[in-house]
């Protein structure tokens, strides 16, 4: 089974620019979640999404957005690209997103702003 | 005061070494902890939860002090491939959903 896809892999974008990222959960599992790390920082919660409906949000500003689809896959949007804003874009998966639960990561979208 | 800190790193340890990490959580609301590792410029992967009565996996220890709040990894006899940073996750629920609370990462470097 394959585990969690992300893409692209890596993104360049310039300053204003806008992106979307991409995810597809483990199969069966219902529970999208992702997170921003900068590198040599630990990842930080951006969204959680469950059965379509957001679940939880991080601090994050407005410029970011999510969503889920029916087939449980995910987006990620961030509009108005900051430099502040290159990072690794990590999509993790849970079967119904409660806690306790064990969080199993993609490769991660490499995105630099320049 | 950061939710989950951890002691900053890097080790460096030669092979055999035996190397203990130490992390602190600040929410006493947290219910589950866990241990990740993460190679350089790869998607972390899980390495152990952490229970109250503590737990053990071939040469990794995990222990947790919930009146403390504090969680331990102990690694026995360390191998080159551990090098990696490994990373304490505490999980929060509340009112903002399946927030994992991931710590800075300590960064291991085994040395033949």
């Known amino acids: 089974d394959a585990g969690v896809t992300q893409s692209p892999t890596h993104l360049i974008k310039t300053r204003g620019q806008h992106v979307t990222l991409r995810c597809s959960p483990i199969?069966?599992?219902?529970?999208v979640s992702w997170y921003q790390q900068v590198l040599g920082q630990g990842p930080q919660f951006i969204f959680q999404?469950?059965?379509?409906?957001?679940?939880g949000r991080g601090n994050f500003p407005d410029r970011f957005s999510a969503r889920q689809f029916p087939n449980y896959s995910s987006e990620l949007n961030v509009n108005a690209l900051l430099l502040g804003d290159s990072a690794l874009y990590l999509c993790a998966s849970t079967a119904t997103g409660l806690v306790g639960e064990k969080l199993f990561f993609g490769s991660g979208t490499q995105l630099s702003v320049l | 005061r950061k939710e989950v800190e951890q002691d900053p790193g890097p080790f460096n340890v030669p092979e055999g070494a035996t190397v203990a990490f130490n992390c602190t959580y600040s929410?006493?609301?947290?219910?589950?902890f866990f241990w990740y590792r993460q190679d350089c410029r790869k998607e972390p992967k899980l390495l152990m939860s952490?229970?109250?009565s503590g737990n053990e996996d071939g040469r990794f220890t995990a222990q947790l002090n919930r009146a403390s709040q504090y969680i331990s990894l102990l690694i026995r006899d360390s191998k080159l491939s551990d090098s990696a940073t490994y990373l304490c996750v505490v999980n929060e629920e509340g009112n903002y959903g399946q927030n994992f609370v991931f710590g800075p990462g300590t960064r291991l470097s085994v040395l033949p």
């Open positions: 999404y469950y059965e379509k409906e957001e679940r």
């Open positions: 199969s069966g599992h219902k529970s």
């Open positions: 929410n006493s609301a947290s219910q589950s």
């Open positions: 952490v229970y109250s």
